[in-house]
Nanobody, 115 residues
Framework: QVQLVESGGGLVQPGGSLRLSCVASGTIFSMNVMGWYRQAPGKERELVARMESGGDTMYADSVKSRFTISRDNGKKTMYLQMNSLKPEDTAVYYC?????????WGQGTQVTVSS
């Protein structure tokens, strides 16, 4: 079992920044993949960024050069630094942990970008 708890969401003006955190607890295996996903109202959940335990990363085209994913494996924590935020980044952001057939999601944190 793995538990994931996100934090760091909130209301920010366009052009602003936020840093999301995801703390994992429970049985964490090496060679896992963790990622950030988001879901806006009326839209499907989509990948924002993901990072393998070895460090390889992948970003959605819409967030490249603005968002940075990172991990502290010792603290079992994943981060998403979001800069130059746009109104279209408004969504609930979810943390995800996968390892072989294991697939866990956090409860989500709301990010709202508005003036």
């Amino acid at each position: 079992q793995v538990q994931l708890v996100e934090s760091g969401g909130g209301l920010v003006q366009p052009g602003g920044s936020l840093r999301l955190s995801c703390v994992a607890s429970g049985t964490i295996f090496s060679m896992n993949v963790m990622g950030w996903y988001r879901q806006a109202p009326g839209k499907e959940r989509e990948l924002v960024a993901r990072m393998e335990s070895g460090g390889d990363t992948m970003y959605a085209d819409s967030v490249k050069s603005r968002f940075t994913i990172s991990r502290d494996n010792g603290k079992k924590t994943m981060y998403l630094q979001m800069n130059s935020l746009k109104p279209e980044d408004t969504a609930v952001y979810y943390c995800r942990y996968t390892w072989t057939t294991w697939d866990y999601w956090g409860q989500g944190t709301q990010v709202t970008v508005s003036s």
